[in-house]
């Protein structure tokens, strides 16, 4: 498929997924979501791949929605539910899901629900110019798209709440300290640090990694108990993996383990 509105490459053993309306920020239109989710399609049922680096073309990440797409005229108004549960929903749950580490590079400004999209990535690596604005305040809308449940969990309580209600950027260095993100790199460094952590993930057990994601995401509805349960009933399914054996022979055998993703 011939994509217009992000790029889509196939690595060794990655793939990238760079968001490409630099001139509107990378802000969401219909197209460009229907574009992502064909390529995290094949992010999904490509065996080749192993991780995705998650970014965008130009000076910003993403400023969101394309407001243009959403402009709502006097004497009307428009159904964002909808936009919701068709559009940024299924995003956000499909990045949380996907069976192998996502990787974001957060190349400049990430606002609204571009903000949230980059925080559902697994690792979140940020340029020092980069920015997160939960910009939903100023036009009379509260943080979706997994705002209000990603940022108490990430800043805290307070943090959150004056994110949300104030809307005032955070800069990169700041949401590395505050834990919000996994670390903040020089500008030039940004693209070589995300190849580089997607070409480690590309070598590692991937069954083990996305069971990692699967066990962290459940965590937070658990009580220890049921968290206790969950975590036996995969890690039998994990032992019984290629991988694993693998693992366990390479150490037994003082060698690097050649890992294939089953």
């Not at 996907?98 to 629900?113: D, H, I, K, Q, Y």
Request: hydrophobic content about 40%; aromatic content about 6%; charged content about 25%.
């Amino acid at each position: 498929m011939q994509f217009e509105t992000i790029v889509f490459e196939r690595q060794d053993g990655y793939a990238e997924l760079r968001l490409n309306r630099p001139d509107t920020l990378n802000s969401f239109n219909s197209q460009m979501h229907e574009e992502v989710a064909t390529a995290l399609d094949q992010v999904a049922t490509g065996n080749d791949i192993r991780a995705l680096f998650l970014t965008a073309a130009g000076k910003g990440f993403c400023a969101g929605q394309d407001l243009n797409d959403r402009n709502v005229k006097a004497g009307s108004s428009v159904d964002l539910g909808q936009t919701l549960d068709t559009l940024y929903n299924p995003l956000i749950r499909r990045l949380r899901e996907l069976p192998l580490p996502v990787v974001c590079g957060v190349n400049g400004v990430a606002a609204g629900a571009g903000a949230n999209v980059a925080l559902a990535a697994d690792i979140v690596v940020a340029a020092r110019s980069a920015r997160f604005i939960q910009a939903f305040c100023k036009i009379g809308l509260l943080p979706d798209s997994g705002g209000t449940w990603v940022l108490p969990r990430l800043l805290g309580d307070a943090r959150a709440r004056a994110q949300a209600l104030l809307g005032e950027p955070i800069g990169a260095e700041q949401a590395a300290d505050w834990g919000m993100i996994y670390k903040c790199v020089d500008d030039a460094a940004l693209r070589d640090t995300c190849i580089e952590l997607c070409r480690h993930f590309a070598t590692q057990p991937t069954r083990g990694l996305a069971a990692i994601k699967q066990a962290l995401l459940a965590s937070w509805d658990h009580s220890l108990d049921t968290q206790l349960d969950f975590e036996r009933d995969v890690q039998r399914e994990l032992g019984r993996s290629d991988d694993y054996r693998e693992g366990v022979a390479a150490f037994l055998e003082k060698r690097k383990p050649e890992f294939r993703g089953s």
